[in-house]
């Protein structure tokens, strides 16, 4: 009665998103307010609805009922709880419900949070989520329904979970990254409601900004976490592979970026408008191109879902109709549109625009790599072609370089003009103050290497300029240290972001060309020297888990005769599916990981085992978390809050007004 009730939810959220789409919409049409009001009501009554399905898809992991086809498919009686619930975005159907439980979530958080709109506005923002959410009900309805049962004969017993998949990485990493991804059809609604209602200007980013920053922050919490989970879960040890699944959350992370710092532009300066629109369609057009590469079957991963061809035609013809209409909607409203163009070329504005322009490039980078295999397969008949690290570090890096060398320089730039003395004073001296600090670390740390010395160089540069950035800060309020305290929460959230990005570079840099790795054959009492640890192989136990059973290895590690680590890698055995999965172990530090995977049984008692040390590999996550932990503060900047009824636009008005 339970999975009957959580499918008829799904259907009478998917009816009320008919009307979330319709009514505020045809009320804004005739300028009838009651209608238009309709919206808060509508939009909360379809998010209970949709919490109502999940909870619904949970309870049956939960008591194990196994007539439900996708609880026979990814869970078992012997799962744990955690795994059992975590079980239910674990694949195709609960994932996507998932994905539409979070779309609900954001639309009502709109309802919650923009009442400074005008009443039209919140309507055409509602309307357009509206018709979002019809799109993934009706897709999770007609070929991706969690609900289905199998009666009156079932099974007994459950497939199980996917091993890889049982691990706390689950739990977090999916809803951060749905949270981000879906987040962006919120700026994405209101760029489509301004061009709409006939006017675009400072108020619509000002509207936006604290919706994508949000967004954003748990799109990068959502990316650091699955790098986390992928370096210690898959046995290799690496953080990012470049894969086709990993470039679909990537790319909207990028123009997300992208678009954070052109809407500061548009709300500052009125500069531009037209592209920032474009920047809010394409952060969500990628978003659904994502959901496509995961769910279509297009491609094969570790990431990807669905091998279902009708879905993805699905999808692909819902990214046609929200894409394409929005790009017709675009270029039919966007040509009367002005934007401010009395900038000099030192100025904070152009130091946004090339920001935006690399971003832009980078994005197209990598959907290039992403899409071209795709597209080399279909033309040739099968044949496949793999591009992998190499393009991407010969081609994406650079263009990273050089945005980071720009974001050391825009730390001192102003709004409108930038004398050139201020731009560049110190910055000789902060270059070569950088370089010699880098160089004398480098050198007695570890061995020299001139890459790694150009991008310490350039992190180091950076952080200079930060420094500087509050010491004049503190320098206007003649020196009075409290100053520091009393900026405001959108500066916080810039000096973090960008810190973030400078101890994410140094980790990248530092793991990628410092790290050393063995895989080698030991037998019980043998010993390993490796980045001046000494690893010692103690032998094999076997160990019982809730739902499997372990080959369990113990290695000692020793640092100059001192014991720093006992390691405990395992080989485990998931009795249901008959999966071999490899758990590796790590003993972390702020400075470097020691990483041991257990391998395969070799002849004579011997085990192939992978030992890597892994330098400033923390730094890496711990970077990104504090970049997003910078967009979070920046929502809770109180201008966000002092948004005023005369910026909202209550009717139509010319677009050059």
Same mark, same amino acid.
């Given at each position: ?85 975590s079980a239910v975005w674990g694949a195709h159907e609960g994932s996507f419900l998932l994905w539409t439980l979070v779309l609900g979530a954001w639309i009502f958080a709109v309802t919650l949070f923009s009442r400074d709109l005008s009443l039209d506005m919140r309507a055409r923002v509602l309307s357009v989520l509206g018709l979002l959410a019809f799109g993934f009900t009706l897709f999770s309805l ?253 081609? #994406? *890096?650079? /263009?990273?370089? &050089?945005?980071?060398?720009?974001? !050391?320089?825009? +730390? ?6 930038? =004398? ?21 670390l480098i050198v007695f740390l570890a061995s020299f290497k001139p890459y790694v010395l150009l991008i310490v160089t350039i992190a180091f540069w950076i952080s200079l300029n930060l420094l500087e950035n509050i010491l004049q800060r503190v320098k206007r309020r003649h020196w009075q240290w409290s100053a520091v305290f009393t900026q405001s929460l959108s500066y916080y959230g810039m000096l973090l ?39 010692? #192989? *103690?032998? /094999?136990?076997? &160990?019982?888990?809730?739902?499997? !059973?372990?080959? +369990? ?6 640092? =100059? ?66 970049s997003a932990l910078g967009g979070f503060i920046a929502v809770g900047d109180k201008r966000y809050r002092r948004l005023r009824r005369q910026d909202a636009v209550d009717l139509p008005q010319n677009l050059s007004a």
């Amino acid at each position: 009665m339970i999975i009957e009730l959580g499918h008829f939810s799904l259907i009478l959220a998917l009816g009320l998103s008919v009307v979330l789409t319709v009514i505020p919409a045809w009320g804004v049409q005739t300028t009838n307010s009651t209608l238009m009001q309709c919206g808060d009501s509508v939009a909360r009554g379809l998010f209970f609805f949709l919490v109502l399905a999940f909870l619904a898809l949970c309870y049956a992991f939960v008591v194990d009922d196994f007539s439900v086809d996708y609880v026979a498919n990814n869970s078992n009686s012997a799962l744990p709880i955690h795994f059992k619930i975590s079980a239910v975005w674990g694949a195709h159907e609960g994932s996507f419900l998932l994905w539409t439980l979070v779309l609900g979530a954001w639309i009502f958080a709109v309802t919650l949070f923009s009442r400074d709109l005008s009443l039209d506005m919140r309507a055409r923002v509602l309307s357009v989520l509206g018709l979002l959410a019809f799109g993934f009900t009706l897709f999770s309805l007609l070929t991706s329904n969690p609900f289905e049962r199998s009666l009156p004969v079932f099974p007994q017993e459950g497939n199980d979970l996917n091993p890889l998949l049982q691990d706390f990485g689950l739990i977090v990493h999916p809803p951060m990254l749905y949270i981000g991804y879906v987040g962006f059809a919120v700026p994405f609604a209101l760029a489509i409601a301004t061009l709409w209602s006939g006017r675009l200007d400072m108020a619509w980013a000002r509207w936006s900004r604290p919706w994508t920053n949000i967004a954003w922050a748990f799109l990068t919490v959502g990316i650091t976490l699955g790098s986390w989970w992928a370096y210690y879960e898959l046995g290799w040890g690496g953080w990012w592979f470049w894969d086709a699944v990993e470039n679909a959350s990537f790319m909207p992370w990028l123009v997300g970026t992208a678009l954070i710092h052109s809407l500061a532009s548009t709300e500052k300066r009125a500069v531009f408008k037209t592209w920032t629109v474009l920047l809010a369609i394409s952060a969500f057009a990628l978003s659904l191109l994502g959901g496509f590469l995961v769910r279509s079957g297009v491609l094969t991963s570790v990431h990807a879902f669905a091998q279902d061809p009708q879905r993805g035609m699905y999808i692909l013809v819902f990214l046609i109709i929200i894409v394409g209409g929005s790009l017709v909607l675009y270029a039919v409203r966007a040509q009367g549109i002005k934007s401010n163009t009395i900038f000099s070329w030192s100025s904070r504005e152009a130091m946004i625009l090339v920001n935006n322009l690399l971003l832009v490039v980078a994005t197209a980078v990598v959907l290039l790599g992403t899409l071209y295999p795709l597209a080399y397969e279909a033309a040739t008949g099968g044949n496949k072609l793999s591009v992998g690290p190499p393009y991407f570090n010969a081609v #994406f *890096v650079p /263009v990273m370089v &050089i945005l980071f060398l720009f974001m !050391a320089v825009s +730390q001192r730039s102003r709004w409108k003009n930038t =004398k050139r003395e201020v731009l560049l004073k110190k910055q000789v001296i902060y270059v070569i103050g950088s370089a010699v600090t880098a160089t004398l670390l480098i050198v007695f740390l570890a061995s020299f290497k001139p890459y790694v010395l150009l991008i310490v160089t350039i992190a180091f540069w950076i952080s200079l300029n930060l420094l500087e950035n509050i010491l004049q800060r503190v320098k206007r309020r003649h020196w009075q240290w409290s100053a520091v305290f009393t900026q405001s929460l959108s500066y916080y959230g810039m000096l973090l972001g960008h810190l973030g990005m400078v101890i994410m570079m140094i980790g990248i840099c530092c793991t990628v060309y410092y790290s050393v790795e063995r895989d080698v054959r030991m037998v019980p009492g043998d010993e390993l020297a490796l980045g001046g640890y000494q690893f010692k #192989f *103690v032998g /094999v136990q076997k &160990i019982n888990g809730p739902n499997y !059973a372990s080959d +369990q290895a113990e290695i000692i590690v020793t640092y =100059k005769g001192k014991e720093v680590a006992a390691l405990f890698p395992e080989k485990r055995l998931y009795t249901a599916r008959g999966s071999l999965m490899t758990e590796a172990d790590i003993d972390p530090g702020i400075f470097r990981d020691l990483y041991v995977a257990l391998g395969e049984p070799l002849a004579q008692g011997a085990w192939a085992v992978r030992i890597q040390v892994k330098p400033f590999v923390r730094w890496i996550w711990i970077g990104g978390l504090l970049s997003a932990l910078g967009g979070f503060i920046a929502v809770g900047d109180k201008r966000y809050r002092r948004l005023r009824r005369q910026d909202a636009v209550d009717l139509p008005q010319n677009l050059s007004a």
